[in-house]
Structure formats: C-alpha cells, structure tokens
C-alpha cells in the first residue's frame, strides 16, 4: 500500500491531485470564492469598482488572498474577469448593474475586421496581480489564472449583453459559420498569449471557463468549442502549465472534453462525480461539483451534502473539491464555512467506514 505524506504544501497538495499521486486528502478552492457574499470583499467594493479592483494590483491581490485568510481554502484565484482581454483586443467593456457590456458587438461581416488578436506589449494589470499574490502569500500557495475559453468570449461578442437565448452567437454559428470560425482563430489566439502572461507572473495552474459552451448541441461543440479549448490547452499544457477546463451543462459533452487533452475537467452539478470520471478516464482529474445553492442551506446540512459528495467520488486522488459554479450572492459565510471545514476533515487514508 503507498504511504501517503500528511505534511503537504497546498501546492504540493493541489499539484498532486491535478497529476493523480497520492495525497491525504481532497484540495479545495470555490469559483467566485473572492466575491460579493463576503463582508471584508464588500467593505473593499465601496472604495473601489469592479473594473478597479480588477485593474488595480494591489486591491486584486488583497480580495484574492481573503478566502485565504477567512477560510484557509487551498489555492488562491486571481480576481480578475474573463471580458478583460477584449479590451485589449480594442472594444469597451462596461461593469454595469445589470451585468457587463461590450461595444461594438460583432455580428456580421462588416464588423469582423475589428476582431484582432490582441497584443501585449506591456504587460497587462493581471501580471502584476499575480505578482503582488504571490509576494503576499508564499510559494507554498498554488496561483491560478484563468481566461474566458473561446466560444463564450465571441458569444459576449456577438451578443453583447448577458443573454438567455443567445440569439445573436447561434445566429453566427447556423448562418455564418465561416465568419465565426474567423471570430475565434483571433480570440484564441488572445487568450492563449493572455493566460501566457499569467503563467509568466507566477501561475501554478490556469483555467477555462466556458460558460456558454454547453449550449451547443454536441456536434456544434465539436466544430465551435472543442477545437479552440484543444488549441489553448494543448499550447498551454505543451509549455508546461496544467490547465482546467469549466463547461457549465457539460452533460451530453464530457466525450468531447476529454478529447481537449485537459489535465482536469470541472464539472457542473448536473453530472455525478462518478459518473464524469468513468466517462473521462482516470487520467483526467476531476473537479466539482456541489451545487452553489446548497449553500444557501444551514451548517449542518451543508455538511451533509458536502460528505455525500465526497463519498461519491469515486476515487482517492485526482480530485480537486469545488462548487459546480460560482458562490451566488448572500451566501451565508458560515455556510461556507461548514463546507470548507468538511472537505478539510475529509481524510483519504482513514479506515473505511
């Protein structure tokens, strides 16, 4: 039997479940874990905008380093938003109330020369996030980066608004499929130089969010999806960083997935975490997936739901404890709490029970 090391480095703890090697027990971090539900992130957000805090290192390494702090979660995400390169791609992206907006939206030929990759000749507010993060917390911490995966950035091109129907981007991808394969040739290319940036600061790991990727069917998640998260993860990975890729409704998509090469998938709620992994293989690792909502919910039925989770995993290493998405707003801190403190005591080398 191999003997597991019970002194690990959150670093050492979260790389080893990213690569399979035994650990003692589950790394945990949460999506959105720096956000609007925290007291200390709020009395920041009345000083400061959002695109503020975004920009400005200092004030994004202190809200990154919180769920530190206040929880001792085991990896720290850089604060940062996944629209931000597109303004360096040359449109304007505004932090409204009701959710960002970028201008002008790209939704026919006559807009597709503005599409550019961008350049980053000088190094973008991100890096010395990232920076300041790591001079704050340690080498022991593991970093993430993180980038919006291709097709949700065009999708917030192409709509330019949040949107429930995404009429604008499927418009693209059943009218003008050629049009928009040139649309995500350029932002792949951003994002890859973008999350390169990242990793130069100091990133141990970086992720991909697809938001919208898993409102394609399956056959256009393989021509619209699937091939840019491979070009992104295959470049990144083939310089040495291991990438996460998040597909929110991956459901009728976790073949297509594995097909990316991605050294861990983060899985929504709606896929039980066995299930993903039979589907994936051993030599992906998993990450997920309790609802957010559940921690609405009192303590003890956090606590619950959290073990009945990890009990059905499947597996005692190459998993990474998440949420199946963002901390939801009003989130009760001690909630969260009992979830972070559930994981922690969550010990791969206890007797069975």
Known sequence: MTQTRTTLTK??????????????????????QAGRYLPEYQAVKKEFSFHEMCRLPDVAAEVSIQPIDIF??????????????????????????????????????????RVKPARFDETPAVYDSIREIRRRAGDDIPVLGFAGAPFTMAAYLAEGVTSKNLRHIKTLVFAQPDLLSRMLEAITQTVIDYLRVQIRAG??????????GGSL?????????????KQVIDTIQGEGTPVILYVKGSAHVLDEMKGTGAKVASIDWLTPLAEAGERLGAGVALQGNLDPTALYAPPEAVREAARRMLDGVGRTTGYICNLGHGILPETPVESVRAFVETVKNHDYNAPSR
């Open 217 to 229: 069917s399956r056959e256009d998640y393989r021509r619209f999806a699937l091939p840019w998260q």
């Open 203 to 212: 990133a141990d790991a970086v992720q991909i969010f697809d938001t919208w």
């Open 72 to 113: 001792d979660v085991d990896a720290i995400i850089t604060f940062n938003d996944i629209l931000i390169p597109l303004q360096n791609m040359g449109f304007e992206v505004e932090y409204a109330e009701g959710g960002p907006r970028v201008s002008p939206a790209v939704r026919g030929p006559e807009a597709l020369s």
């Open 11 to 32: 670093k050492e703890r979260f790389l080893g479940a990213v690569n399979g090697t035994p650990i003692d027990r589950p790394p945990l971090w949460m999506m959105r």
